[in-house]
């Protein structure tokens, strides 16, 4: 049981403390305490509580808050220091209790009440940072709260920081900086994220796959099931209502109750597993599709989820009543000639050495690749989803496992009907790949589509084309 308490998911952490408390509690050890204590129940707690937040831990003159909104950590933690200026207006400076702030957003893992690991290492040294009486936050938080609140940070650039293996972005603000902002700033922030088109909420469980893994899985909307394998690098929270992916969550759990999970290495699931291959890729399906407790349904897949779900299908035909495939490959790219394997190598190289890096340089690479047509603010976001789903070193073995993948003398065997969809312009799976696929599956139809991204974007023609195709395959074959 206490294996099952201790889970992964993405949190905003606000770490602050008093500057200057060696020296307060030395000059007056019990004024500083019952200073201290008033400060807390008057403006910190109170306002923490406001923004949705959960105190974790106290540390003396520190505290710990986490948040599932960095919006909601970013005005709360702006409000906490105009709160203590205006305590502090009165006091002598030398007296004052003046908080540092430092916020950060990622991937924290939960055991109980507790929360640890770099996402909380990290606030904690953007607060030692900090001015007195100031605000510093992650690259990862400014670009979450960007266009969202009316507060513009000051880009304090790439800092190295104790015991954080990778440099960290850092944007602040000092004290002056928090006085001056609008008193309607933050209030237009929440208003605007309040009225923000939103998806149903989605319900996120975890199940234990037969090697002991802990597996998180998702389910949102009503009517008949409809199950998405997972692909290279997914986060069931991050991802939910982000600007590459909440248009297919929202389209495809329209009219079905939509089953998705993070594959084993990645996302909300464990990430600390010994096996990260193919054939643990389809066994954790089984295992999710067995506790979301469904029957029978057609099968999603994109990209590499693809393959996984054909190896799936064939392994359970009672299951799967039709095959969605796009984007898709039958054989890895360690298998499409030495040029291609070289390449592939490669790449598995770059992502041990520069996954892990505050500068997104690194991501940006795989993300044109993914997205070429997509938006600044669509790029930031797959820079950020690439880094939160997964460690280097598992981005780096989920890579690999990908490369070697080769389920070609399946293809022959699928007997269910099968929908193929694929982009011409696609750089990650070319083209021919989804072709080849296709003409390989008994009776499969092949859409090609005109577009030039590997993940397909609301905003490009072959969205529409797609929803098209998809709605009429699940109507004909229900």
Same mark, same amino acid.
């Given at each position: 049981?206490?294996q099952?308490?201790v889970?992964?998911r993405?949190?905003a952490?606000l770490?602050?403390?008093?500057?200057g408390?060696?020296?307060?509690m030395?000059?007056?050890?019990?004024?500083?305490?019952?200073?201290l204590k008033?400060?807390?129940r008057?403006v910190?707690d109170p306002?923490i509580?406001s923004h949705?937040?959960?105190?974790?831990k106290t540390t003396g003159?520190?505290?710990l808050?986490e948040?599932?909104?960095?919006i909601?950590?970013?005005?709360?933690?702006?409000?906490?220091?105009?709160?203590?200026?205006?305590r502090?207006?009165?006091?002598p400076e030398n007296?004052?209790?003046v908080?540092?702030?430092g916020?950060?957003?990622?991937?924290?893992?939960f055991?109980g009440?507790?929360?640890?690991?770099?996402?909380?290492n990290v606030?904690a040294?953007l607060?030692?940072?900090?001015e007195?009486?100031?605000?510093?936050?992650?690259?990862?938080?400014?670009?979450?709260?960007?266009?969202?609140?009316?507060v513009?940070?000051?880009?304090l650039g790439?800092?190295?920081?104790k015991?954080i293996?990778h440099?960290?972005?850092?944007f602040?603000l000092?004290a002056?900086?928090?006085?001056?902002?609008?008193?309607d700033?933050?209030t237009a922030?929440?208003i605007?994220?309040?009225?923000?088109p939103t998806l149903?909420q989605q319900?996120?469980r975890?199940c234990?796959a037969t090697?002991?893994?802990m597996i998180?899985?998702a389910?949102?909307?009503?009517?008949?099931p409809?199950v998405k394998a997972?692909? =290279?690098?997914?986060h !069931?929270?991050?991802?939910?209502? $982000? &600007?590459?992916?909440?248009?297919?969550n *929202?389209e495809?759990s329209?009219d079905h109750?939509l089953?998705r999970?993070d594959?084993?290495g990645?996302?909300?699931?464990d990430?600390?597993?010994e096996?990260?291959?193919f054939?643990?890729f389809?066994?954790?399906m089984?295992t999710?599709v067995?506790a979301?407790g469904v029957d029978r349904?057609?099968?999603l897949?994109i990209?590499?989820?693809?393959?996984m779900?054909?190896a799936?299908?064939?392994?359970?035909?009672?299951?799967v009543?039709c095959?969605i495939?796009?984007?898709?490959?039958?054989?890895g790219?360690?298998?499409r000639?030495?040029a291609?394997?070289e390449?592939?190598?490669a790449?598995?190289?770059?992502i041990?050495?520069?996954?892990?890096q505050?500068?997104p340089?690194f991501?940006?690479?795989f993300?044109?690749?993914?997205?070429?047509?997509?938006t600044?603010?669509q790029?930031? =976001?797959?820079n950020d !989803?690439q880094k939160?789903s997964? $460690? &280097?070193?598992?981005?780096?073995?989920? *890579?690999?496992t990908s490369n070697e993948i080769?389920?070609?003398s399946?293809l022959a065997?699928?007997?269910?009907p099968t929908?193929?969809l694929h982009?011409?312009g696609d750089?990650?799976v070319?083209?021919?790949e989804?072709?080849?696929m296709?003409?390989?599956?008994p009776?499969?139809?092949?859409?090609?589509?005109e577009g030039n991204?590997?993940l397909?974007l609301?905003t490009?023609p072959?969205?529409?084309r797609?929803?098209?195709?998809?709605r009429?395959f699940?109507?004909?074959?229900?």
């Amino acid at each position: 049981m206490a294996q099952e308490q201790v889970t992964r998911r993405l949190a905003a952490i606000l770490a602050a403390d008093v500057v200057g408390y060696s020296r307060l509690m030395g000059d007056d050890e019990m004024g500083t305490l019952q200073a201290l204590k008033a400060h807390r129940r008057s403006v910190v707690d109170p306002t923490i509580t406001s923004h949705n937040g959960r105190i974790v831990k106290t540390t003396g003159d520190g505290l710990l808050a986490e948040f599932a909104s960095v919006i909601d950590a970013v005005s709360c933690a702006v409000e906490m220091q105009r709160g203590m200026a205006t305590r502090n207006a009165d006091i002598p400076e030398n007296d004052r209790i003046v908080f540092r702030v430092g916020i950060n957003v990622g991937d924290i893992i939960f055991d109980g009440d507790d929360i640890f690991g770099d996402g909380v290492n990290v606030a904690a040294r953007l607060e030692a940072l900090c001015e007195p009486g100031g605000l510093c936050i992650s690259r990862s938080a400014n670009d979450q709260i960007r266009d969202k609140l009316s507060v513009a940070f000051n880009d304090l650039g790439e800092q190295t920081v104790k015991n954080i293996s990778h440099t960290i972005g850092v944007f602040g603000l000092a004290a002056s900086d928090i006085a001056g902002i609008a008193d309607d700033a933050l209030t237009a922030g929440q208003i605007v994220q309040a009225v923000a088109p939103t998806l149903a909420q989605q319900e996120i469980r975890y199940c234990t796959a037969t090697d002991g893994a802990m597996i998180a899985y998702a389910t949102v909307g009503s009517g008949p099931p409809l199950v998405k394998a997972p692909h =290279w690098l997914t986060h !069931l929270e991050f991802e939910w209502e $982000s &600007p590459v992916w909440s248009h297919l969550n *929202r389209e495809m759990s329209a009219d079905h109750t939509l089953v998705r999970f993070d594959q084993r290495g990645n996302g909300l699931s464990d990430w600390g597993v010994e096996d990260i291959s193919f054939d643990a890729f389809v066994r954790d399906m089984e295992t999710v599709v067995e506790a979301a407790g469904v029957d029978r349904f057609p099968l999603l897949g994109i990209s590499q989820g693809c393959s996984m779900s054909v190896a799936y299908t064939l392994r359970n035909p009672e299951r799967v009543s039709c095959l969605i495939l796009y984007g898709g490959f039958a054989r890895g790219t360690s298998h499409r000639g030495q040029a291609t394997r070289e390449q592939a190598e490669a790449t598995v190289t770059m992502i041990k050495h520069g996954w892990g890096q505050d500068n997104p340089a690194f991501r940006q690479f795989f993300t044109t690749g993914f997205i070429p047509e997509a938006t600044p603010e669509q790029m930031d =976001w797959f820079n950020d !989803l690439q880094k939160i789903s997964a $460690s &280097p070193e598992n981005a780096a073995r989920l *890579r690999e496992t990908s490369n070697e993948i080769e389920v070609t003398s399946l293809l022959a065997e699928v007997k269910v009907p099968t929908l193929v969809l694929h982009c011409r312009g696609d750089a990650i799976v070319p083209f021919d790949e989804g072709r080849r696929m296709a003409a390989m599956i008994p009776g499969a139809k092949f859409v090609p589509l005109e577009g030039n991204n590997h993940l397909m974007l609301e905003t490009e023609p072959a969205w529409p084309r797609f929803l098209e195709e998809v709605r009429a395959f699940l109507k004909e074959t229900s």
